[in-house]
């Protein structure tokens, strides 16, 4: 086999779909089955729409919402706002991962859904991977991507050094209906968070937000939490008072690391979070998902089709995983350690809303641009 894709998410299906095109033979490994939901801010920029047009990828019959301000508002409700110079837009993972997996099976891809790999082994004298799946069974293959999402038991195995550290965060999502502008992103701090909230398909907005266990400890639940610390901040005050929240209970994710990563581990080429994961104030971990896949698939191919050596594969992933994407990250974390403390939040927001030049700046700082 060519290529094993161990998670099935944006990251593994858009590399899965990219390296089929070239006539690869891939089998994805995905433990849950489609369709279902994912904590995940559901906004992604218009910089992925070339590439997934020549993945044949038809995002609008996805019908997503078109995404083209943005709005940042502190605790205590003050905002600033600037129009998205590349603009984005809203759908939902449910939909999107579903559609691409779909594709993915009609091109010929070896979907393989409900199916946990519990162990990569690169075979250094037969320059392969085995795959040992959770019945038991292993598959052999000459690249293994790990596009598996943020953290993962194959993370242990694998050894890798962020898996050691406890991270303070864990993400919520809801799906709801509101009355908001359906071109706005829109994200509003609090104490120790942030909460976004977009349009996405079928006149619904994604509403999700990123705290700490602390603060979730100090209150006892989610809807004291939300009560008593995002219901501070004026807009999300309204937010809870006026919305249909759709779901019985939100979705949600502990243990959110945005500690550094490394692109290849154990021979293994890490895409998507499992890569790097940029804060969710920055809103864009979903573009930058799709965009690794590009470069995971357009490495990888090199690979098989005699171009690179085991060594030259890895290296040049290295390198242009960190060309794309480093930078983005640096500026990812320097804009979260603005954010989430009230007093530090006023300080900056008030400064800002008198410089949308700099804001300018911070959003494509955080963005690339088409491919």
């Known amino acids: 086999m060519d290529v094993v894709i161990i998670g099935g998410g944006l990251a593994g299906l858009c590399a899965a779909l990219d390296l089929r095109q070239r006539g690869h033979a891939v089998t994805l490994l995905e433990r849950r089955s489609y369709p279902f939901h994912r904590v995940c801010g559901e906004y992604i920029s218009n910089e992925v729409l070339p590439y997934l047009r020549r993945l044949g990828v038809a995002v609008a019959a996805l019908q997503p919402a078109a995404l083209s301000r943005f709005q940042l508002s502190s605790p205590a409700g ?35 859904q409900g199916t946990t790999a519990t162990d990569v082994a690169f075979d250094a004298s037969q ?4 795959v040992t799946l959770a019945d038991g069974s292993h598959l052999l293959a000459r690249v293994v991507l790990g596009a598996y999402g943020k953290r993962s038991t194959l993370d242990r195995q694998l050894q890798r050094s962020f898996f050691q550290q406890r991270s303070p965060y864990l993400g919520v999502k809801y799906h709801l209906r509101y009355d908001q502008a359906k071109d706005l992103i829109a994200l509003h701090n609090f ?80 895409c998507g979070d499992a890569a790097g994961l940029i804060t969710p104030l920055c809103g864009n971990g979903m573009a930058m998902a799709i965009h690794g896949a590009s470069l995971a698939a ?12 085991r060594v030259a594969l890895e290296a040049a992933y290295q390198r242009t995983w960190q060309r794309h994407f480093g930078p983005r990250l640096q500026v990812g974390r320097t804009v979260q350690n603005l954010f989430g403390r009230p007093v530090l939040s006023e300080v900056v927001v008030g400064s800002l809303r008198y410089w949308p030049a700099a804001v300018r700046a911070l959003v494509r700082g955080t963005h690339g641009t088409a491919w």
Request: glycine share 6%; charged share 20%; with cysteine.
């Open 78 to 112: 003050r905002t600033l706002g600037v129009p998205l110079a590349l603009g984005g837009f809203g759908v939902s993972r449910y939909q999107l991962d579903h559609y691409l997996y779909k594709l993915a099976e009609a091109r010929g891809v070896d979907v393989r």
């Open 127 to 130: 320059d392969q991977h085995r």
């Open 191 to 270: 104490a120790d968070g942030y909460a976004g909230i977009s349009a996405i398909e079928d006149d619904k907005y994604c509403f999700c937000y990123l705290t700490t266990r602390n603060n979730l400890k100090a209150y006892g639940t989610i809807p004291q939490l939300e009560q008593q610390v995002l219901a501070r901040n004026p807009f999300l005050a309204r937010i809870f008072q006026e919305a249909e929240f759709l779901y019985a209970q939100p979705e949600v994710i502990n243990e959110i690391s945005f500690a550094p990563k490394q692109a290849v581990e154990q021979h293994v080429l890490m």
């Open 298 to 309: 357009d490495c990888a191919h090199a690979f098989l089709a005699g171009q690179y050596t």
